[in-house]
Nanobody, 124 residues
Framework: VQLQASGGGLVQAGGSLRLSCAAS????????MGWFRQAPGKEREFVSAISRSGGRLYYADSVKGRFTVSRDNAKNTVYLQMNSLKPGDTAVYYC??????????????????WGQGTQVTVSS
């Protein structure tokens, strides 16, 4: 599966962005999807994940209550709605797919496919 992330940009603190990740192929619903981010000089970290049906959602503590992950299997797309953005959210955001048949995981090494990343910059 190929992944294409989009929707990043420059926003002021307190603002919102919605990231999208479009997947190729006809088996998108078979994949668990995750979002990760990597800030300069830091390791890649887990942000959010969503199960194949969308019924189970997982978030890092740092984004809980501010970010919402969702998916539209008919459109082969996963979304990350980011509200109340902070300068500490500045990073390159990556979408990833685990599967087919993968279980939801927060571990980046479990994901098989990665998008190219989209830059999110939050100014203070």
């Amino acid at each position: 599966v190929q992944l294409q992330a989009s929707g990043g940009g420059l926003v002021q603190a307190g603002g919102s962005l919605r990231l999208s990740c479009a997947a190729s192929g006809r088996t998108f619903s078979s994949y668990t999807m995750g979002w990760f981010r990597q800030a300069p000089g830091k390791e890649r970290e887990f942000v959010s994940a969503i199960s194949r049906s969308g019924g189970r959602l997982y978030y890092a503590d740092s984004v809980k209550g501010r970010f919402t992950v969702s998916r539209d299997n008919a459109k082969n797309t996963v979304y990350l709605q980011m509200n109340s953005l902070k300068p500490g959210d500045t990073a390159v955001y990556y979408c990833a797919a685990d599967g087919p048949g993968g279980v939801v995981t927060t571990t980046s090494t479990r994901y098989d496919y990665w998008g190219q990343g989209t830059q999110v910059t939050v100014s203070s």
